[in-house]
């Protein structure tokens, strides 16, 4: 019996392994900032950076923290006041996986988990309750997405991507239109050659803590096998260094945000209420391998506040009922993920 257990175990493992083979490869088929493209190509140059490419992730956690952060705040209604955050912790889970594979067309979805949290300190001024909105209160996101990328020429492809979350400090399916935050990105992407990638297309996003839509340009360049360069802009940018397969340095910029419906938090006169955050980073991230698909990343950068405000639902910061100013400060982080197996993913670049 014991060894009939033991097989069926083995056997199990076996068929689970497969099963996320089978998502590391596809997920990493459609466009991402992630998980560059590179085109098909004869040349031995080539054939060698596909080698030397990123591993796609396809399970991944990540914890992320400021600290020791001074805050001033204003209001028309409550007057001023001051705190220090003394810390803002960010906790995510995200996953991928294929749900429709053909030659010229992949649909891959997805599934995110957020948690955030922030802990204020040293209120003074005339009203703490700015800060009773938001103190050790969790800020939660769920959701799921989907992403496509479809060939229109030998040299031209289409990729879009829908992101629907319930951003709460109480999600439910009560009031799900507040709590309902939804991205939306069309990209035309122009293989110019086999190391070069250019596009444009629009987003309709909260990368600015409200709702906006706004332009998107790619340029993605490998300059070497060490070097290259990926850009979404506005959004973000990276420079790449890779030492080896198995570890990476990169430069990051980004610019990021979230929107949370406050449902369980009041300010006094008005009773629903949104927080709104959105900041630019400057950050270097370290990517090592610890066993062929489990890897691990440190990140520590720079964290410059955009826009950090509580409001009614769908206002904007000019409608602010509360402003929040927050200074520059230091970020840091760290993320355990898994990646496709070396053997697997090299017989692919092999094939191609």
Do not use: H
Not at 146 to 175: C, H, P, Q, R, V
Not at 293 to 320: C, H, M
């Amino acid at each position: 019996m014991p060894d009939t257990l033991t097989i069926n175990f083995m056997n199990i493992k076996r068929v689970c392994l497969y099963v996320l083979i089978i998502i590391a490869l596809t997920s990493g088929n459609g466009f991402s900032q992630e998980d560059p493209v590179i085109a098909e190509s004869d040349n031995k140059f080539v054939k060698k950076l596909r080698r030397k490419e990123p591993r796609p992730k396809f399970f991944i956690l990540e914890y992320t923290f400021l600290k020791d952060v001074y805050v001033s705040a204003t209001s028309t209604e409550l007057g001023e006041s001051s705190s220090n955050i003394r810390i803002n912790e960010r906790f995510a889970l995200k996953l991928r996986a294929p749900i429709l594979l053909k030659p010229n067309f992949t649909l891959v979805g997805g599934f995110n988990l957020k948690k955030e949290l922030f802990d204020f300190e040293n209120a003074q001024g005339v009203e703490s309750a700015y800060y009773n909105v938001l103190d050790r209160r969790f800020l939660s996101s769920a959701g799921v997405s989907l992403s496509f990328k479809k060939d229109i020429s030998e040299k031209k492809f289409m990729y879009a991507f829908w992101n629907g979350t319930l951003n709460s400090d109480n999600i439910s399916f009560s009031e799900i239109v507040n709590q309902l935050r939804t991205t939306i990105v069309y990209i035309i992407v122009k293989n110019v050659n086999p190391v070069t990638q250019i596009g444009y297309g629009g987003a309709f996003a909260y990368i600015f803590g409200g709702p906006l839509v706004f332009p998107v340009f790619i340029y993605n360049q490998t300059y070497s096998e060490k070097l290259n360069v990926e850009m979404m802009l506005p959004k973000s940018a990276k420079l790449r260094y890779t030492f080896s397969p198995e570890m990476y340095l990169m430069l990051i910029t980004e610019v990021n945000g979230a929107s949370y419906y406050l449902k369980d938090a009041t300010v006094e006169g008005f009773s629903r209420v949104t927080f709104q955050r959105s900041a630019f980073t400057i950050n270097t991230s370290f990517e090592r391998e610890i066993y062929d698909w489990l890897w691990f990343g440190v990140t520590t950068g720079y964290n410059l506040p955009i826009n950090l405000y509580i409001s009614e639902p769908r206002k904007s910061r000019r409608d602010a009922i509360i402003n929040l100013d927050a200074e520059p400060s230091f970020i840091f982080g760290f993320s355990i993920f898994a990646v496709v197996p070396k053997k697997i993913f090299y017989k692919k670049a092999k094939a191609r």
